[in-house]
């Protein structure tokens, strides 16, 4: 498979003079599996827009192998994008899709496209708009999976799937990626089933980027001490609190972290308890400090 390398250069959009994403700029890298982190509204769709060269950003530079997308001939048929349509008036069967795809598609594995379908108990014969909303899910999953395109872009395709075949999606994910490296870029506001699927974490936020880390050094920016109340309080006093948690004489810290080498120890030694944080935990305290995100 060929590969691709994506670089965002200081990119703007706007709408009526309303920012919809601020001076973003940030590198995809083959053989990654990127989490894109934002809440409703937070501007994923419309960063991944751009990249796949739906429009045009306000200010700043998209490349892609170092070339301008948009309406590009050599790397439009290489980035799949996968954002959960509307298929209302859509009669065609899926097998009519599959074969738009390997037309578009250069690299479309027509029969890996259907041993996913099997796997998600997708049929092949009904009328897309006759499917389920998991049943439309599956088929964007397969779709963009077996596209097999080296930058491939899948915008929160799994919320109308069920637990089973959203669980069938994320290890069909870390196969695929495993034996056809490329680019992968999963966007979700629901970041804790899908944490362990990330190599990087972008966190957008009100069309701004708040983080841009790999996903063990993301986790590490938290750290849970947990012991007496008296005795956390007086070891987080000149520390950057993000929140606490008490329970009787019991109290939780999250701080920023890591802690040094040197704080670890007294920690110990002051009987605290030091712990993980999870993705989902900082992702929370990052896109909660400013309020409520807008629908």
Request: include cysteine; aromatic fraction near 8%; charged fraction near 25%.
């Amino acid at each position: 498979m060929m590969t691709m390398s994506v670089e965002l250069q200081k990119v703007s959009y706007q709408i009526k003079q309303k920012d919809i994403l601020a001076d973003i700029s940030l590198e995809l890298k083959p053989g990654v599996t990127y989490g894109l982190l934002g809440r409703n509204g937070a501007g994923k769709t419309t960063l991944l827009s751009l990249i796949a060269s739906y429009m045009k950003p306000t200010q700043g530079k998209v490349r892609i192998d170092g070339e301008d997308p948009f309406e590009n001939e050599r790397t439009f048929p290489h980035v799949c994008f996968m954002y959960g349509g509307d298929y209302a008036e859509e009669s065609e069967p899926v097998s009519v899709y599959f074969d738009a795809a390997a037309r578009y598609r250069p690299n479309f594995d027509r029969a890996y496209a259907e041993e996913l379908a099997k796997r998600f108990e997708l049929p092949l014969d009904v009328p897309i708009n006759r499917l389920s909303s998991g049943m439309q899910s599956a088929m964007e999953a397969v779709i963009g999976l077996a596209a097999q395109a080296p930058v491939t872009l899948l915008d929160e395709i799994y919320t109308g799937m069920d637990a089973p075949n959203r669980k069938k999606f994320y290890e069909a994910v870390i196969e695929d990626q495993a034996d056809n490296p490329r680019i992968i870029v999963l966007s979700t506001h629901l970041v804790s089933e899908m944490d362990y699927l990330f190599d990087h974490v972008f966190v957008l936020h009100k069309g701004q980027m708040l983080a841009d880390d790999p996903s063990d050094t993301f986790i590490s920016k938290g750290v849970t001490l947990t012991g007496d109340a008296d005795t956390v309080d007086a070891f987080i006093s000149e520390r950057d609190v993000l929140q606490t948690k008490t329970l009787g004489n019991t109290k939780q810290a999250l701080v920023a972290g890591p802690l040094k080498d040197g704080d670890e120890e007294a920690a110990k030694k002051s009987g605290l308890e030091i712990g993980t944080v999870t993705m989902q935990d900082l992702f929370i305290h990052l896109t909660s400090k400013e309020g409520e995100d807008n629908a």
